[in-house]
């Protein structure tokens, strides 16, 4: 007797963003246009919106070709993302092509002694240190290959690697006290100075990775046996080249050792970089491009042979970078409609009204579906604060509390939204239905959301400046 197969019920993502797309060119038909005036502002080096200076502008309704046409615009101008992807995929390709990866994995499960658990929290973490202090999302994108090896190994199912990658990095980045993207340049638009509050945002830190690493492991505990489980020696399962190394048997090498040494003196330049240097994408893709090289011919690849792995890279990253590029289109399409700062304007002016508890909760409800049509955390910051931060005054409300209702709004809401192409490309490469994300993820966002909720209150009882 056959099984049936289990229908599928939710449209494949290269058919979910192009409708998003067409949803917002609708949008821009049925919204007023309007427009803040802006400013460069010096702190933050960004062009930000001026309070009070919203008005309607002649309509620019978005036809349906346009919003077609905004396909490849949003690919374009998503171009920095979309090549640190392929840059970082091509490297790591080379990485595992080595054969280190595999051999470290199998390493890996054999000291655990039957304490397979413990690997959620070990990745967690690291996802989530990655999280505090870059804002990690699409340079997770190319380790979900690795991901799997080891979530395969030990019978975990796929929705396991995406839950202690992804979403520990986006809880952390959510809750961090020094995220340059997100908690960084949000200080800086109200004036506030940086790294303050950084105690009390830590406390919150810990509980809620410690509350999503137990989720994790507990879904993973429930769920095991469902993923595919190999056995240490069996051959082949993992998939790839494997560095042409036979059954799993084999140890880590001391060539290993000088692999993974490599990999973490890049991600720990990458990090010194971004928040010492100001690096950007094209600073972190060099960086990594340069780590591939070295490891392909350190390991006796030569050059033809590090070149071949980098183009397997690039081919195994072309369907992440066109989601990414697709989600940025959704962007592209409100601004040519002209009503992005419609949204917010609307979105923010009833909270003008409302007592300081209440106004600040729903500060936070407003950045969290702000930031479905705004999928960037750094955009929103420029476009939300300068806005809040007279509100926040006129209510006598702290502005390290507008800061909190920004991060826990729109950075929580990186676990959900379809508008996000870093997500949507690691479900993607992780096998992972978009649907069974939500459904797993929606309980444990709620719990983290009202967690964020108990933290502005705390702040609003104790005075935090």
């Known amino acids: 007797m056959t099984a049936r197969k289990r229908p599928v019920t939710d449209p494949h993502p290269l058919v979910q963003l192009p409708a ?9 038909h049925l919204l007023p246009a309007g427009e803040y005036e802006r400013r460069d502002d010096e702190a933050t080096g960004r062009s930000v919106v001026v309070a009070g200076t919203y008005h309607e502008v002649e309509p620019s309704p978005v036809s349906f070709f346009e919003a077609i046409v905004a396909l490849p615009r949003g690919m374009a101008d998503a171009a920095e993302v979309i090549f640190l992807v392929f840059l970082i995929g091509g490297a790591f390709t080379v990485v595992d092509e080595t054969g280190a990866l595999k051999r470290g994995v199998t390493s890996l499960i054999r000291s655990l002694g039957g304490r397979d658990l413990l690997v959620i929290p070990v990745v967690s973490l690291f996802f989530a240190t990655g999280g505090v202090v870059e804002n990690m999302q699409e340079e997770i994108i190319p380790l979900i ?4 090896i080891l979530t395969r190994r030990l019978g975990f199912t796929p929705m396991v690697a995406v839950a202690m990658s992804a979403g520990a990095a986006f809880v952390g980045s959510a809750f961090s006290p020094i995220n340059p993207f997100q908690v960084s340049i949000a200080q800086r638009l109200a004036e506030l100075p940086l790294m303050s509050g950084a105690g009390f945002r830590i406390v919150f830190l810990a509980i809620a990775l410690a509350f999503w690493i137990a989720m994790t492991m507990r879904y993973a505990r429930r769920t095991r046996g469902s993923g595919r489980r190999a056995d240490d020696g069996a051959a082949g399962v993992d998939g790839g080249s494997g560095g042409g190394h036979g059954p799993g048997g084999e140890g880590v090498r001391a060539s290993d050792l000088g692999i ?7 991600f720990g330049m990458v990090v010194v970089g971004m928040m010492l240097w100001h690096w950007g994408f094209n600073e972190l893709s060099a960086a990594f491009f340069i780590m591939g090289v070295i490891v392909g011919l350190l390991s006796g690849m030569k050059i033809g ?35 992005v700062d419609t949204i917010v304007h609307a979105m923010f002016t009833p909270l003008e009204g409302l007592p300081v508890l209440a106004s600040s909760f729903g500060m936070v409800a407003a950045h969290t579906a702000i930031h479905v049509p705004v999928p960037s955390v750094s955009g929103q910051a420029v476009l939300t604060m300068p806005l809040l931060v007279p ?19 729109a950075g929580l809401c990186e676990l959900l939204t379809p508008t996000n192409g870093a997500l949507m490309a690691i479900l993607a490469s992780a096998g992972v239905r978009y649907e069974d994300w939500i459904r797993h993820v929606v309980p444990l966002y709620l719990g983290l959301v009202a967690l964020g909720l108990v933290a502005i209150a705390v702040a609003l009882g104790v005075g935090l400046q």
């Open 20 to 28: 998003c797309v067409i949803l917002a060119a609708v949008g821009s």
């Open 145 to 148: 290959p690795v991901l799997l």
């Open 260 to 266: 993974f040494a490599l990999v973490l003196a890049t």
């Open 305 to 339: 042979g590090t070149a071949e792995a980098y183009v397997r890279g690039f081919r195994s990253m072309a369907y992440a970078g066109l989601l990414i590029g697709f989600a940025r289109a959704i962007y592209v399409v409100l601004q040519d409609g002209r009503i």
């Open 391 to 409: 509100l926040s005054d006129l209510l006598g409300m702290s502005r390290q509390v507008t800061v909190l209702a920004y991060q826990y709004g």
